[in-house]
């Protein structure tokens, strides 16, 4: 199950990755916001990162204007790695070296075409279970 959260900025998009996964029957869970109206990102962005932390969620997908701020929020959260991506490389690239169990991207930034491309890349792009990358995941969590 995907946990969903986005902002007034990031709402339009996240429509669009809503279409896409229920296009390939992927489950998820939406914690909104549900409209363009004005709101503030830290609320969505904690509600979808805590339900991947306590395990309700296997993953999750933040959108607002930039990406910045939703990552910045859904990181504070002990055992959550939000990535960043604005391209496909690094949806896959923080999958199989970080772990990343959330994904967080800019409306403003990227197009549904590459953001849906995105999100395909992180959702089936595997952890590679290396050594090193699990020693420096358990670093990076203390």
């Known amino acids: 199950m995907i946990a969903l959260g986005?902002?007034?900025g990031g709402y339009p998009l996240m429509k669009?990755?809503?279409?896409?996964?229920?296009e390939n029957?992927?489950?998820y869970k939406n914690f909104g916001t549900f409209s363009q109206e004005s709101?503030?990102?830290?609320v969505y962005a904690?509600?979808?990162?805590?339900?991947?932390?306590?395990g309700k969620c296997d993953r999750g997908i933040l959108i607002c204007g930039t990406g910045i701020g939703i990552s910045i929020t859904a990181n504070k959260i002990k055992g959550i790695r939000c990535a960043l991506c604005h391209d496909c490389f690094s949806a896959k690239a923080t999958r199989e070296h970080n772990d990343a169990n959330m994904l967080a991207m800019?409306?403003?930034v990227v197009g549904p075409g590459l953001a849906i491309e995105i999100v395909r890349n992180f959702l089936s792009t595997e952890f590679s279970n290396d050594e090193?990358?699990?020693?420096?995941?358990?670093?990076?969590e203390g």
């Open 39 to 42: 709101c503030d990102y830290p």
């Open 16 to 22: 669009e990755v809503i279409k896409y996964l229920d």
């Open 132 to 140: 090193r990358h699990i020693r420096r995941i358990k670093q990076i």
């Open 6 to 8: 986005c902002d007034h």
């Open 106 to 108: 800019g409306a403003r």
């Open 46 to 54: 904690k509600l979808a990162a805590e339900a991947v932390a306590e």
């Open 25 to 27: 029957s992927i489950e």
